[in-house]
């Protein structure tokens, strides 16, 4: 499997070469990035054979079979339209599109052309949630209650490597995706009410620094998610699952109970970077001719959820 690794320059880019390269049969053939000078010296770094600033030349190539999009928000559902056109499957990082018209299209350009399309919701693969959703599907827990908190101190525009970004992020189309995603995952189908809260937005960035949202499921379960760019103090998203049978506290790759004792994930999958599961089941799913776990059908329904909650801002 021959892979061009699209904003490779960027933070997860970087992320996803490395998952890439504990993987047998993978190459990265092609990276690309906004610059050439930055990015033809990480291919060179990296041993990579072509480096470009233009996606289409990479596309073009008859040695990239597949995409990983790993490049600003703002451009992933352009850009992940014209991999499918040019019959590249592509995984796409989260999130799949910043709009649910965007996403909307996603899926119809993916059942249009039939050319498989992923989007990143490393969640799902994140073995500390993978360990709990393998209890859920055994009969062995059901949650009642999700309580997460995503905080981060970004009050310039920088990216999770400390440099200047070309884009803006965003607490509700990125940071809370995942958690909307994996609530519903987890709890096994769309929630049926969902309401946001924001607190101001930033002068210059236009965003809200602070946000709260609060999320229903069919079956009962809540979900109560707080978010902010403010948090000057450990960074990162921590979910607690308060669960029938035992409470849960995730962080990344590392699950523990309510009382802060580590659970042994060991046995859980392959690897215990949530990077590079996303990867190997993007890989597999292409092998196999199948669909993947979080295909953009699948997370389209967390899209919808989004929506639902931006419409409910006052």
């Not at 699950?255 to 994930?265: A, K, S, Y």
Request: glycine share 8%.
């Amino acid at each position: 499997m021959r892979i061009c690794v699209a904003g490779a320059y960027g933070a997860f880019g970087l992320k996803h070469l490395d998952a890439l390269s504990a993987i047998d049969e993978v190459t990265v053939t092609s990276v690309m990035g906004p610059t050439k000078e930055k990015i033809e010296k990480l291919a060179a770094d990296k041993g990579i054979g072509h480096a470009s600033t233009d996606l289409a030349e990479c596309l073009a190539r008859d040695d990239v079979d597949a995409v990983i999009l790993a490049t600003p928000t703002q451009i992933h559902a352009e850009q992940a339209i014209a991999c499918m056109k040019a019959g590249k499957p592509v995984l796409i990082e989260i999130p799949m599109a910043d709009s649910l018209a965007d996403s909307e299209e996603i899926c119809k350009v993916q059942k249009e052309t039939g050319v498989l399309a992923m989007a990143g919701q490393v969640r799902r693969f994140n073995p500390s949630h993978q360990w709990i959703h393998n209890k859920i599907k055994a009969g062995e827990l059901t949650v009642q209650q999700m309580d997460v908190q995503t905080y981060f101190f970004r009050r310039t525009n920088t990216n999770a490597k400390g440099e200047p970004r070309s884009w803006t992020d965003h607490l509700l189309w990125h940071h809370a995706c995942h958690t909307v995603d994996l609530f519903q995952y987890q709890t096994g189908g769309q929630v049926k009410d969902a309401f946001g809260l924001e607190g101001p937005h930033h002068p210059e960035l236009g965003i809200a620094m602070d946000m709260a949202i609060g999320m229903k499921a069919e079956n009962g379960a809540i979900c109560t998610l707080s978010l902010s760019f403010n948090n000057d103090g450990p960074f990162g998203t921590f979910f607690r699952y308060i669960c029938d049978n035992g409470t849960y506290i995730a962080r990344y790759d590392d699950l523990f109970d309510g009382n802060e004792n580590p659970i042994d994930l060991s046995d859980v999958a392959v690897s215990n970077n949530g990077i590079e599961l996303i990867d190997r089941e993007f890989i597999s799913a292409i092998k196999e001719g199948r669909e993947p776990n979080s295909s953009v059908h699948d997370v389209l329904s967390a899209m919808q959820t989004l929506d639902k909650i931006e419409k409910s801002f006052s």
